[in-house]
């Protein structure tokens, strides 16, 4: 089994800061991809950033400029720093690995996703 945990979400003032991390443990073999979504009340969950096994990255136009996504792939473990909060960054994070399992004479191939970590920006 392949358990994601978060943390570091909270309240903050718009224009502050936070950085959530989500540690991947369990039984596994490689972790590609590793992301992070967000969904608002009432709205569908949606991609805010990814990075590759390799490093690249890629954002929602919304982020862009203001959140940053890194990983340490010795702690298997991915990171959102994120600046200039805006009220409508308020949404449980999720944080979601593309991950390898052996299984058995084969390796399956699997997204998992944490279990959510709630960030609210209010004054």
């Known amino acids: 089994q392949v358990q994601l945990v978060e943390s570091g979400g909270g309240v903050v003032q718009p224009g502050g800061s936070l950085r959530l991390s989500c540690v991947a443990s369990g039984s596994f073999s490689s972790i590609y991809g590793m992301g992070w979504y967000r969904q608002a009340p009432g709205k569908q969950r949606e991609l805010v950033a990814g990075i590759s096994d390799s490093g690249t990255t890629n954002y929602a136009d919304s982020v862009k400029g203001r959140f940053t996504i890194s990983r340490d792939n010795a702690k298997n473990t991915v990171y959102l720093q994120m600046n200039s909060l805006k009220p409508e960054d308020t949404a449980v994070y999720y944080c979601?690995?593309?991950?390898?399992?052996?299984?058995?004479?084969?390796?399956?191939?699997?997204?998992?996703w944490g279990q959510g970590t709630q960030v609210t920006v209010s004054s």
């Open positions: 979601n690995a593309d991950v390898a399992v052996p299984a058995g004479i084969v390796t399956r191939r699997d997204p998992y």
